[in-house]
């Protein structure tokens, strides 16, 4: 017999909505997490892209399209910075490439958009690098972590040499020679805006990658760090951690969430701090 109006009225027990309260939540799961990841993708596809295409744009502008005088030194200047930013945009771009989070659960895409990021940036190889970052993630600030410098007391300079040297060796520098003798010979590109709107945003994006992504971050301090991390957080607004390093201050977060892409670890710390764990 089909049930009346009101026995299809009458609520479910309690253990038994319970029950298939969390049952829906858990079916539901992996669905959530699946559009999650999608959301993701389009997000740090998007962002890559206009990071990318704003960098290439703007190379190419000032090394074939700005002649180079004292009248238009000083309105180069600022797009010089703007460049430097994009640099360190590339470099994070392909970090994130490292931990797989530009594109989850897409190995492949990930590394090949991190080899285009890292060769633009200085013709690193990605795969080297890969495997120094996640030196790195399991050995930070101990003398087995490549970015490190483990004598006292951690001086900037000898740290950043030290960093640069490690990372920039000789085949960068045969790239980036043969690129520049390419440009002068092939394409007349003056020397004078190879090493100003080229080389001088590679110098100083690298300069500040590692200020506020390696040495502020893990620079021991009087106050110990809080875990095996190593790492701290700068309590910079969002918008000037946007403008330093892509957000890459907030560094004790991309340790404890290496899965975050740089454009979701604001929100990490916000979670972080109302969970009443942020550092």
């Given at each position: 017999?089909?049930?009346?109006?009101?026995?299809?009225?009458?609520?479910?027990?309690?253990?038994?909505?319970?029950?298939?309260?969390?049952?829906?939540?858990?079916?539901?799961?992996?669905?959530?997490?699946?559009?999650?990841?999608?959301?993701?993708?389009?997000?740090?596809?998007?962002?890559?892209?206009?990071?990318?295409?704003?960098?290439?744009?703007?190379?190419?502008?000032?090394?074939?399209?700005?002649?180079?005088?004292?009248?238009?030194?000083?309105?180069?200047?600022?797009?010089?910075?703007?460049?430097?930013?994009?640099?360190?945009?590339?470099?994070?771009?392909?970090?994130?490439?490292?931990?797989?989070?530009?594109?989850?659960?897409?190995?492949?895409?990930?590394?090949?958009?991190?080899?285009?990021?890292?060769?633009?940036?200085?013709?690193?190889?990605?795969?080297?690098?890969?495997?120094?970052?996640?030196?790195?993630?399991?050995?930070?600030?101990?003398?087995?972590?490549?970015?490190?410098d483990e004598v006292p007391p951690h001086g900037f300079w000898r740290w950043f040499m030290g960093f640069f040297l490690h990372y920039f060796g000789w085949p960068q520098v045969a790239i980036i020679a043969a690129v520049s003798l390419v440009y002068q010979l092939?394409?007349?590109?003056?020397?004078?805006n190879i090493l100003l709107f080229w080389a001088l945003p590679g110098l100083l994006s690298a300069l500040q990658l590692f200020t506020f992504g390696t040495y502020l971050p893990h620079k021991p301090g009087a106050q110990p760090f809080v875990d095996r991390h190593n790492a701290r957080t700068s309590e910079f607004p969002v918008w000037l951690s946007l403008l330093t390093c892509f957000h890459f201050g907030f560094h004790h977060e991309h340790h404890l969430h290496p899965d975050a892409p740089w454009w979701r670890l604001p929100e990490v710390k916000r979670r972080a701090v109302a969970a009443g764990s942020g550092r």
């Open positions: 017999m089909a049930p009346t109006m009101h026995e299809r009225a009458l609520p479910m027990p309690a253990a038994t909505a319970k029950a298939t309260e969390e049952a829906t939540e858990k079916a539901t799961e992996p669905q959530a997490a699946q559009r999650d990841d999608a959301r993701q993708s389009r997000v740090g596809l998007t962002l890559a892209a206009i990071i990318i295409t704003a960098w290439f744009v703007l190379h190419v502008g000032l090394m074939f399209f700005w002649p180079l005088t004292w009248t238009s030194l000083a309105p180069a200047l600022p797009l010089v910075l703007l460049q430097t930013w994009l640099y360190v945009g590339l470099f994070i771009i392909a970090h994130d490439c490292m931990h797989g989070s530009l594109v989850p659960f897409k190995p492949r895409v990930n590394r090949r958009i991190g080899q285009l990021c890292l060769f633009l940036y200085a013709g690193f190889s990605f795969d080297a690098l890969n495997v120094e970052h996640h030196k790195h993630h399991r050995h930070p600030g101990t003398a087995d972590d490549p970015d490190f092939v394409f007349a590109v003056p020397l004078g």
